[in-house]
């Protein structure tokens, strides 16, 4: 199954991108958070399957929010940081921000629910009777 394997290596990464953050500048430290955080209980809803079991929430279309928010904030915060490079800690964050901001909407794409869906074809009956 392919989501647990990329939840888990986006809260490597926003692990990573904490560390950057937290030994540059305080101030964009809660995004990385608040993703990392979110990552988790997405992982652990999926490997627990209770995706299945809460209906009222619609799943896919939550995850690909996350992910579109995700990407669009971390690209915003790390132009951000990389317009202020003072310091090269503050380089590596903007720089791993923005491989995130990739992967993020990389990972929004593929799991934007409406591109699953597939047209069945109608079923035909012969026009000349059953045969």
């Not at 209980?41 to 579109?68: A, E």
């Not at 720089?95 to 934007?112: E, H, K, Q, R």
Request: charged share 10%.
């Amino acid at each position: 199954m392919e989501v647990p394997f990329l939840m888990s290596s986006f809260q490597i990464l926003c692990l990573v991108i904490l560390i950057c953050f937290i030994a540059s500048t305080s101030a964009y430290v809660s995004l990385s958070v608040v993703e990392m955080v979110l990552a988790a209980v997405f992982y652990v809803i999926y490997m627990c399957d209770l995706n299945t079991r809460i209906g009222i929430i619609n799943w896919p279309w939550s995850d690909f929010f996350r992910t579109l928010i995700a990407a669009i904030l971390y690209l915003i915060i790390s132009i951000i940081v990389l317009v202020e490079h003072n310091n090269s800690s503050k380089i590596i964050a903007g720089v791993v921000g923005l491989i995130a901001a990739c992967l993020f909407g990389y990972d929004a794409y593929f799991t934007f629910p409406l591109k699953k869906q597939r047209h069945t074809a109608a079923p035909t009956d012969p026009t000349d009777g059953p045969v």
